[in-house]
């Protein structure tokens, strides 16, 4: 009997489907992007949700681990995940990689959602891991180049993650509860920041990527980077033995230091997107400064440093790389009411939901009010961008 036409076809798929399929994985940012963003108003709605009583549980944990794995681990995967490649001269990710990654994205903030927080944690270890294998493998088989030495300091920020979700499911005491949020919540970010922002933020400000032009050069920035993410880890481990007040300037005094000897701050071209640059490293080094002098308040304060500094800066970046993968470079220096409207809300949420730490008795609305211009941030980020997810550079 012969075989029908049809019955061949159906174990194939299209070339156009199979390109597009490469092409997102080239660039997995366009997917995990708007990923991010999406579970970011899904995690802040837990809030006046709870208060309007329409779920059952108080939303603490899930909405933390929501917005730092399913929201900010999001762009970290997506972000590494596209240029990781790109700076080792090495192939890109494959389809597969990419939907294995986005599976354990996806089912990681599901489990946060349904309070499965030991499954969500593991598929979070699972995620950063497998990324991490996916970029050390092209570095050390594929690499036609080295990454830039302040990469270094990104690959720490995912062994803190992956040791601080794996923490929090041990037998704990309070200092090693403290340590597992301190390496999950502010160590899977700040040296990231600190590493892809020495790399970026030079671009961002009109000049070149911040990468070494010299052996010697090359090798001096690896030391700073390796001092960086030595201290930065030393002072979650301060903090966590009780040393306050050390613990958070050390690492304060580390971003500061380390931002300013990485990084020429003479702004060539600005924008608005710029000046929300600026905004983000100064609410989040307020939050850092504030909150040890204030450390029953902590959790309150530090979220100028999680919607401030990590929040903002993870829209303004996300938004260089979309501008530069899309073909319109230029556009990211443009001068724009939109953009103005949206660090005003980037500003708005922070400030918002810091007043409950010095005024109680405003936490419930001004829970809601975080909530809700989060959310329009989010909203309005993603509309913006709305044509740049789905436009290729046509020069690449």
């Given amino acids: 009997m012969s075989q029908f036409p049809a019955c061949k076809h159906k174990k194939r798929k299209s070339p156009a489907a199979t390109n597009v399929l490469r092409w997102l994985a080239a660039e997995p940012y366009r997917v995990f992007f708007a990923s991010g963003a999406v579970w970011s108003m899904i995690g802040v709605s837990l809030w006046p949700l ?5 779920i059952g549980f108080y939303p603490n944990f899930a909405h933390a681990r929501i917005m730092i794995e399913a929201f900010a681990g999001a762009f970290v995967v997506g972000f590494l995940g596209t240029a990781g490649p790109r700076m080792a001269t090495a192939p890109k990710l494959t389809p597969l990689e990419l939907s294995w990654l986005f599976a354990l994205h996806q089912a990681s903030a599901i489990c946060h959602l349904r309070l499965h927080h030991a499954w969500g944690d593991g598929l979070f270890v699972a995620l950063l891991g497998s990324l991490l294998l996916c970029l050390v493998i092209r570095v050390v088989r594929f690499r036609q180049e080295m990454p830039p030495p302040q990469m270094l300091l990104a690959l720490t920020g995912l062994a803190c993650g992956i040791t601080g979700a794996a923490l929090m499911h041990t037998e704990m005491t309070a200092g090693r509860f403290r340590l597992a949020g301190l390496l999950l919540y502010q160590g899977f970010l700040l040296p990231p920041v600190l590493g892809i922002g020495s790399f970026v933020f030079p671009r961002m400000l009109g000049g070149d990527f911040g990468d070494p032009k010299t052996a010697a050069q090359g090798r001096v920035k690896l030391l700073r980077a390796i001092a960086a993410a030595a201290l930065l880890v030393g002072s979650f481990f301060l903090e966590a033995c009780g040393q306050i007040i050390a613990g958070y300037a050390l690492r304060a005094g580390v971003a500061v230091i380390y931002l300013l000897t990485e990084v020429k701050w003479k702004t060539q071209q600005a924008g608005s ?63 724009s009411k939109w953009v103005r409207l949206l660090v005003f809300l980037g500003v708005l949420t922070a400030t918002t939901r810091v007043v409950p730490a010095w005024v109680p008795q405003t936490t419930v609305s001004h829970h809601i009010y975080a909530a809700v211009s989060w959310s329009l941030l989010s909203l309005f980020w993603l509309l913006w961008h709305r044509r740049r997810f789905a436009k290729r550079d046509e020069e690449e």
């Fill in 273 to 335: 997107l710029t000046t929300g640059l600026f905004w983000a490293l100064a609410i989040g080094g307020m939050g850092l400064v504030l909150a040890p002098f204030h450390y029953a308040q902590h959790v309150s304060i530090e979220h100028l440093l999680y919607i401030g500094g990590f929040g903002m800066l993870i829209l303004v970046v996300g938004s260089r790389v979309l501008f530069g993968h899309s073909g319109d470079l230029e556009g990211f220096f443009a001068k």
């Fill in 50 to 54: 709870f208060y309007a009583q329409q």
